[in-house]
Every structure is written in structure tokens, then in C-alpha cells.
T-cell receptor, first 114, second 114 residues
């Protein structure tokens, strides 16, 4: 089994509902924010990113919202499906850190129930 | 076939032993990274390399060393393994010139130090 998900906060949703996963970040100087999805036994996979000069970006069934005032990032998944079950990580890229030296959050487990 | 391949996928070793985790990629990316994942802590950067002649320490480099043998190969070594190095290790790549936070991860190497 995948032990990386132990001790993580879990969001449980019904299939077809919308999911909102939240993340607080720490560095006001970060210029990019990214969401990754990690399925059991696999490496993290890029979902969507957003620049610090934007407050909303939409992808296919996913929307990322950025609130710089309170240093908050959220990932919204529309019509959640069983295949969305995974651990989701937010990450920030500090502007002074160079390309893709990302700082990852601890992750949130999304459990989708039929 | 995976674009970022890690070997071994699983390894159990004893305290004091030298361990090498290897990573190879067919994506043609010049930037490579080693991350460590622990339950509830997300991913933390160990080392990164922006090209064959460039090696940089990440936030948790103590007890680790790396070698960038070629553009496509980046290995992580534990000279004398200790139990608190038990973790899931990920290699990742990214490409220079793309202004996003996208990393491409391997499937991970689970290391257990007894």
C-alpha cells in the first residue's frame, strides 16, 4: 500500500459532486503556484498552475483560485469522478529560488465515494 | 515506457550501508531533481542539477550526495544509510525556458533502512 497518505487530511465526496481542496502558502514572493495529483504507487503529476498576477485559471474540470491577500490557494474539481481519488499537493515557486525549486505542501487525500 | 525511470523501485538495507538510487530520463530535459517524501510532510528537495556541470544542494542535502553522469542520468547516494532516511524518493525533470512550475516525476524508489 501507499504509506505517503497516512496522517493526511482527507476530503470525502460523493461521485458527481464538486470538490474543493484548500492550501495555505507561506512565501509572498512566490511567482507560481501549482497543483499536483499523486495516485497510489505513482509519482506526482502536474494538474494546473497559476501565475501570481492572476486570481483564477480554469482547466478541464479543474479551476485554481489564488487569494494573495490571505495567501490561499484552492483547487476546485467539477463533477468529481472515482479516478480523481488521490493525494493532492499544492506547491509554490519562490521567485528567488530559481526555476522549479518548488516548496510542496503536506497534501490532502481526496476520497470519492460512489 | 516511463519517461523518467528510477531504479530500484524498492530497497531494504541496513544501517551503515552505501546505497545508490538511479534515475534516467528520455525527455531530453536538462534539469533534474531529487525529492524525498515522508508521510504528512509532502516532498522536500534534496539536490538539483541544471545541467551536467551544475550540482546544487536543496533544503535537506545532509547525508546525501549526487552525481550527474550525463544529461539523462542523475543518481542519488547515501554514503552510510541511517533509519531516518527511510522514505520514498522521487526523481524529477524539467525543461529550461518554460515559465511554469511543471516537474515530471518518476514513479519513486522506496527505501527502508533497518
Amino acid at each position: 500500500g501507499e504509506s505517503v497518505g497516512l496522517h493526511l487530511p482527507t476530503l470525502s465526496v460523493q461521485e458527481g459532486d464538486n470538490s474543493i481542496i484548500n492550501c495555505a502558502y507561506s512565501n509572498s514572493a512566490s511567482d507560481y503556484f501549482i497543483w499536483y495529483k499523486q495516485e497510489s504507487g505513482k509519482g506526482p503529476q502536474f494538474i494546473i498552475d497559476i501565475r501570481s498576477n492572476m486570481d483564477k485559471r480554469q482547466g478541464q474540470r479543474v479551476t485554481v483560485l489564488l487569494n494573495k491577500t490571505v495567501k490561499h490557494l484552492s483547487l476546485q474539481i467539477a463533477a468529481t469522478q472515482p479516478g480523481d481519488s488521490a493525494v493532492y499537493f499544492c506547491a509554490e515557486r519562490p521567485f528567488s529560488g530559481g526555476y522549479n525549486k518548488l516548496i510542496f505542501g503536506a497534501g490532502t487525500r481526496l476520497a470519492v465515494h460512489p | 515506457d516511463a519517461d523518467v525511470t528510477q531504479t530500484p523501485r524498492n530497497r531494504i538495507t541496513k544501517t551503515g550501508k552505501r546505497i545508490m538510487l538511479e534515475c534516467s530520463q528520455t525527455k531530453g530535459h536538462d534539469r533534474m531533481y531529487w525529492y524525498r517524501q515522508d508521510p504528512g510532510l509532502g516532498l522536500r528537495l534534496i539536490y538539483y542539477s541544471f545541467d551536467v556541470k551544475d550540482i546544487n544542494k536543496g533544503e535537506i542535502s545532509d547525508g546525501y550526495s549526487v552525481s550527474r553522469q550525463a544529461q539523462a542520468k542523475f543518481s542519488l547516494s547515501l554514503e552510510s544509510a541511517i533509519p531516518n532516511q527511510t522514505a520514498l524518493y522521487f526523481c524529477a525533470t524539467s525543461v529550461t525556458g518554460t515559465d511554469t512550475g511543471e516537474l515530471f516525476f518518476g514513479e519513486g524508489s522506496r527505501l527502508t533502512v533497518l
